[in-house]
């Protein structure tokens, strides 16, 4: 079901260890990748940039089978949702809101300001964005919980105008038709959210960056956001990428990834429902172990065996555990499980090793990193308080997961008074020269003119 990649004979470096630049191409992925997916996302953005509203609507009705008539939810179905929504389910996304609030409030930072010199000062300023557009996906299943790891760093940044997309559904219960799923409504209400619209795939990711305006009366059916965040398939990755420069992204948030290095003392029970677990969310999501024991790689094929026969989705997770994105890779030692992972950059990567921590610890590239035998990716999904937002396809090697500072940008305030202007001077017409610029030095030394000249 899953094949083996061995690399236990991998090209190594002068230092004897696995070399990273290798690695990163030897690592599993996915034929079709966020590059790939860029030409089919493409014509849609334009599509939503020229046509706006009615895009948005004849779009939803080719990918989604549901012709809207507005895209916005009504305000009344956001209360009706929450009324009927199960009194477990409410207590769940209360316990997730309150840990992921926990965590996130922590991450504020505070404005500082630095003197340079007697009279100089910088401080940096730390000032949330005016309006954010976050995505929930809604396609193969429903993610309520992607509601709070979106909304919960953006209010806890000060966002002032939050707005949350997520594809209508064309088979939800009586009253809920042609809306968002009645779960995620549900969620938006509990944490105070009621601009929601109905749009799904790239053509939301273009709503938030042009915005759309009603053909007939060039009213704004919604208008463009500064940031767009939240994860999706591999279209709604690449059309982040696509309009990234008109909007800002948190990271390219695609297909689910798990990667899980493992030694002999894990059991290989967890290890295959952790695999399962990720595998469950799409046929393109990456599940992948990395280990230096064959005998616990062949425990955890035949717990494959077993356990994904017994599973709800599995068609689903047999693709996505047998395709190319999947693989158990088998290493010589932890040392280089632990090059392999981190050239790997999974966006959920488990240490499950003797020593658990001290592994943990050495890891460079990751989304979130769930420590031992009892921090499962489930955990982290749903109610550990940290982020599940977070990037795939190797970007953790330059990118970090959904956060306060996602929605915050840094403001370096100058103020110098004369005596500090004029005591740097003399740098200031020195680097001016140097880099041919005299205007940039005459901006400074013409301060210090005698004023009749």
């Not at 009706?80 to 769940?92: F, G, H, K, W, Y």
């Not at 005016?130 to 809604?138: A, N």
């Not at 939240?230 to 948190?250: S, T």
Request: proline residues 5%; negative net charge; contains cysteine.
């Amino acid at each position: 079901m899953i094949r083996r990649l061995d690399l236990r004979d991998a090209q190594r470096g002068p230092s004897g260890r696995l070399d990273s630049r290798s690695l990163r191409n030897a690592v599993p992925r996915a034929s079709i990748g966020v590059e790939q997916a860029l030409e089919a996302v493409r014509p849609i953005c334009e599509q939503v940039r020229v046509d706006g509203l009615n895009a948005l609507i004849d779009l939803t009705e080719r990918f989604d089978g549901v012709r809207l008539e507005h895209v916005r939810v009504p305000h009344a179905a956001l209360g009706r949702a929450l009324e009927s929504l199960d009194a477990e389910v409410t207590a769940a996304l209360q316990e997730s809101i309150a840990r992921a609030r926990r965590v996130h409030a922590a991450q504020r930072r505070s404005d500082h300001t630095t003197q340079v010199v007697p009279g100089g000062t910088v401080t940096e300023r730390w000032v949330p964005v005016g309006r954010v557009g976050l995505y929930v996906p809604g396609g193969l299943a429903v993610y309520p919980s992607s509601v709070v790891m979106n909304v919960v760093p953006a209010q806890e940044a000060g966002v002032e105008s939050i707005a949350v997309t997520s594809p209508a559904q064309k088979d939800n219960p009586p009253g809920f038709e042609g809306l968002p799923h009645p779960t995620i409504l549900a969620a938006c209400a509990l944490l105070g959210v009621d601009e929601v619209y109905a749009v799904g795939g790239a053509q939301a990711v273009a709503m938030f960056a042009y915005g759309a305006r009603d053909a007939d009366d060039e009213l704004w059916a919604c208008e463009p956001v500064d940031v767009v965040t939240g994860p999706g398939n591999v279209y709604v990755a690449a059309a982040k990428r696509l309009l990234q420069g008109l909007i800002g992204i948190d990271s390219e948030a695609g297909p689910t990834e798990i990667a899980i290095l493992a030694d002999d003392t894990a059991d290989p029970v967890h290890v295959a429902a952790d695999l399962i677990s990720q595998a469950e969310h799409d046929p393109l999501a990456a599940s992948v172990l990395v280990t230096d024991s064959e005998a616990l790689a062949d425990a955890v094929d035949a717990e494959l065996a077993r356990q994904v026969a017994a599973t709800k989705h599995v068609e689903r997770v047999t693709t996505a555990l047998s395709g190319p994105q999947s693989a158990t890779v088998l290493v010589t030692d932890v040392e280089d499980g632990l090059a392999v992972v981190d050239a790997y950059a999974a966006e959920h990567l488990e240490i499950q090793t003797a020593d658990a921590d001290a592994v943990a610890a050495r890891v460079r590239n990751a989304g979130a990193v769930f420590v031992g035998a009892w921090s499962p990716v489930s955990l982290g999904d749903y109610c550990a308080g940290s982020n599940h937002v977070l990037p795939t396809g190797g970007c953790a090697i330059h990118s970090s997961g959904l956060s306060v500072q996602s929605f915050l940008r840094g403001i370096h305030v100058v103020n110098y008074d004369r005596a500090a202007l004029q005591e740097v001077a003399h740098h200031v017409l020195a680097l001016s020269a140097a880099e041919d610029l005299p205007a940039h030095g005459q901006a400074v030394s013409a301060r210090f003119r005698d004023q009749r000249d």
